[in-house]
């Protein structure tokens, strides 16, 4: 298996592809993989994990943030893991992150119950690029918990722990000595080198680079991983022009300003250059939303196809986003 490793052509997906990655450590099989994954993170032996559980977070209240997790597995004791794959920094990270593992820590308590019935759960993050306000900060792994301010060795709980894995940082200050290099160099270059040799000796690890090249070998999961892709080209895009409408506004309001103590002529050609600006704001935006409905009807087409294929609704749903109800409806 080791050399067939090295002679497999590059992957069109890595696994940091968010569509690849829930199929990955979430699909019904991958078990071993996914308990070994967690297993060189926490430093802990885990039992009997299961990854059959339901991504979403679900609402107290109507007006309540909907949150959606990559994946979600227990082990034999009902611990939870929550496990999040993050391409972009973004500020509100911190603030999202905790929002998840509250939610989840209480999520299976029921009212009246004892607060002992609380189930220990850990977060762990795997970040592409470097997570906010850890910049200084060298290593590749951190582990948080609630700490007293002044007794920073006391920990408030036990029940909850949070580990960020940076893969920009790994690249910059590996060591090949640590239990979870092995996954990082998985992550950022799963046919190398490297992971060809510390496979040797890992089984899941072996088993990882196999279920990667099958899922980029699947033209259904292609399918979802595109569009995935092109989900992203056009958050991207969208808020590039966003800026751009900005900027576009306040150039606006300054010459609006300015017209208004100048002369006549100056507020008419203010006024015809708005107009010209509005057509082309009036274009842009009809152009993304044909671009959003094809990406939609895409994503339909593709589901009736998997549903023809007898696939199971709950993985359509993981994959696409489409709750049962409208999977149902495609039937």
């Not at 991983?225 to 958050?235: F, I, K, N, Q, V």
């Not at 969208?238 to 100056?266: D, P, Q, S, V």
Request: hydrophobic share 35%.
């Amino acid at each position: 298996m080791a050399k067939s490793l090295t002679n497999t052509p590059s992957p069109k997906y890595l696994p940091t592809n968010d569509v690849i990655f829930k199929c990955l450590l979430g699909n019904p099989g991958n078990e071993r993989i996914t308990k070994s994954f967690l297993e060189h993170i926490t430093g802990e032996e885990i039992e009997e994990i299961s990854t059959n559980f339901k991504l979403e977070l679900l609402k107290e209240k109507p007006k309540d943030k909907q949150m959606v997790a990559d994946l979600i597995a227990k082990d034999k004791y009902l611990q939870k893991y929550i496990v999040e794959m993050q391409r972009k920094a973004y500020d509100y990270l911190p603030d999202r992150f905790i929002a998840y593992l509250s939610k989840t820590y209480v999520a299976d308590i029921k009212v009246k119950e004892d607060y002992k019935q609380l189930k220990r759960t850990v977060l762990v993050v795997l970040m592409e690029e470097d997570f906010p306000n850890l910049e200084s900060i060298q290593e590749y792994h951190t582990v948080w918990h609630y700490r007293e301010e002044n007794h920073k060795e006391k920990i408030l709980t036990k029940n909850t722990e949070i580990h960020i894995l940076e893969l920009q940082k790994y690249k910059k200050y590996k060591n090949q000595t640590g239990e979870i290099d092995p996954w990082l160099e998985f992550f950022i270059n799963p046919y190398g080198e490297e992971v060809q040799n510390m496979a040797r000796t890992r089984a899941e690890l072996e088993e990882a680079v196999r279920q990667l090249r099958l899922l980029n070998a699947d033209e259904e999961v292609q399918q979802l991983a595109d569009a995935e892709d092109w989900a992203r080209y056009d958050y991207n895009s969208a808020m590039a022009e966003m800026k751009e409408k900005g900027l576009a506004a306040g150039l606006a309001e300054g010459r609006a300003k300015g017209l208004a103590e100048g002369r006549a002529e100056g507020r008419a050609e203010g006024r015809a250059e708005g107009r010209a600006e509005g057509r082309a704001e009036g274009r842009a935006e009809g152009r993304a939303e044909g671009r959003t409905e094809g990406r939609t009807e895409a994503k339909k087409e593709l589901v009736k196809k998997m549903l023809k294929k007898e696939m199971n609704i709950d993985l359509i749903s993981e994959l696409t986003g489409l709750t049962k109800e409208e999977i149902e409806n495609l039937a």
